[in-house]
């Protein structure tokens, strides 16, 4: 089912494991309520759910209320979901990229441990259900963790739950083979295999996925140093916070391509149309026991060269294989509060930038 044709009026449902990445792709999520998007469709924020990823559950609990202090939507609810992945892990992730707190631990943080009532008690997984329950066909899941909680949600409800929910909109996974953990596999289908394969063998309608090797294309992605610079001298609680978070990342590192596919997966829920350079159909499932390959998404490239009857499967997924760039640029600008960014123009027409 595409999200694009259903009820005008959406509610999100947001599943993060919050570094900065996610931290983007919220703040983009909660500007965007404000906006009257292309083909008058408008949607609400309705939960905040929580899973372990980029830091562990607390952390990325903290982080979220964090970032709606600083950008003043206490309204919103935070779930926290599951801790561990569906199977144990028998590696552990090393990098510390994001540092221990999912912030890189850069300190001076807003003080959240005075709000009442916004940090719920019930689980993010029961929190699915219910909203999916409560608004059949009319919540949207974009997930920008590991897929253990919507996976979980899966095996406890099944069709009770399949057959409610709206869009799924996935960051992960990837199309030619390349990690970013492991040599063949992307962070958020590793730190989860089992919960990746579940979820795309039991969705019903093909979900929307932004892979990773797309998030890197040179024809993507944004300089670090407009990054650091520009949109980093906006004056505002928000943008510092992340500025000091990116800068401690990413300098020591040598980076110089800023790189943000959960922001860039909230954008294209924004803007499909404008954010889509191309994006293909197939059937994908995830490698859960190769030595090599355990966490790789793997594309069935011969479908459609085989006779049915040989083959069995149909496609899927949907797999977005290029973005536009400034689109992007325009919208990640304008979620960071710079005053020349402008998004009527995105808000007004369908307009898409050739590859």
């Known amino acids: 089912m595409d999200y694009e044709s259903k009820s005008l009026e959406r509610l999100v449902v947001f599943d993060c494991d919050i570094g900065s990445d996610d931290a983007w792709a919220l703040a983009m999520l909660l500007r965007g309520e404000e906006l009257s998007l292309?083909?008058?469709?408008?949607?609400?924020?309705?939960?905040?759910?929580?899973?372990?990823?980029?830091?562990?559950?607390?952390?990325?609990?903290?982080?979220?209320?964090?970032?709606?202090?600083?950008?003043?939507?206490?309204?919103?609810?935070?779930?926290?979901?599951?801790?561990?992945?569906?199977?144990?892990?028998?590696?552990?992730?090393?990098?510390r990229f994001h540092g221990i707190d999912g912030f890189k631990d850069v300190g001076n943080y807003p003080e959240v441990n005075d709000l009442q009532g916004q940090l719920q008690q019930e689980h993010a997984v029961n929190a699915m259900y219910r909203l999916a329950c409560l608004h059949p066909k009319?919540?949207?899941?974009?997930?920008?963790?590991?897929?253990?909680?919507?996976?979980?949600?899966?095996?406890?409800y099944g069709d009770g739950f399949l057959e409610k929910i709206g869009g799924v909109l996935i960051m992960g996974g990837n199309i030619y083979g390349r990690g970013n953990?492991?040599?063949?596999?992307?962070?958020?289908?590793?730190?989860?295999?089992e919960a990746a394969h579940t979820t795309l063998e039991r969705v019903r309608e093909p979900p929307l996925i932004l892979p990773w090797e797309p998030s890197i294309d040179e024809d993507f992605h944004l300089t670090l140093d407009w990054r650091l610079?520009?949109?980093?001298?906006?004056?505002?609680?928000?943008?510092?916070?992340?500025?000091?978070?990116?800068?401690?990342?990413?300098?020591?590192?040598?980076?110089?391509?800023?790189?943000?596919?959960?922001?860039?997966?909230?954008?294209?829920?924004?803007?499909?149309?404008?954010?889509?350079?191309e994006q293909l159909e197939y059937h994908a499932t995830v490698e859960l026991c190769g030595v090599h390959t355990r966490g790789q998404m793997v594309l069935d490239h011969l479908r459609g060269r085989r006779v049915d009857t040989i083959h069995g499967k149909k496609n899927n997924v949907r797999i977005i294989t290029h973005l536009n760039r400034e689109p992007f640029r325009t919208i990640i600008a304008w979620t960071g509060f710079l005053p020349q960014a402008d998004i009527s123009k995105l808000c007004s027409s369908n307009m898409t930038e050739t590859k």
């Not at 009319?138 to 406890?156: E, K, M, Y």
């Not at 992307?186 to 295999?193: L, Y």
Request: positive net charge.
């Open 38 to 95: 292309p083909e008058g469709r408008r949607y609400k924020l309705a939960a905040i759910t929580c899973v372990q990823g980029n830091t562990d559950l607390e952390n990325g609990a903290q982080n979220a209320l964090r970032i709606l202090k600083l950008l003043n939507r206490q309204d919103v609810p935070v779930f926290k979901g599951c801790a561990n992945p569906i199977i144990p892990r028998t590696w552990r992730d090393t990098s």
């Open 229 to 277: 610079n520009v949109l980093g001298s906006v004056d505002h609680p928000f943008v510092e916070l992340l500025t000091r978070v990116e800068r401690t990342m990413m300098v020591p590192r040598g980076i110089k391509k800023w790189l943000n596919p959960d922001a860039a997966l909230a954008a294209t829920y924004l803007f499909p149309e404008a954010m889509i350079a």
């Open 138 to 156: 009319q919540v949207d899941f974009l997930l920008c963790g590991p897929l253990t909680n919507f996976a979980n949600c899966i095996n406890l």
């Open 181 to 193: 953990i492991m040599k063949c596999a992307e962070f958020n289908f590793m730190m989860d295999p």
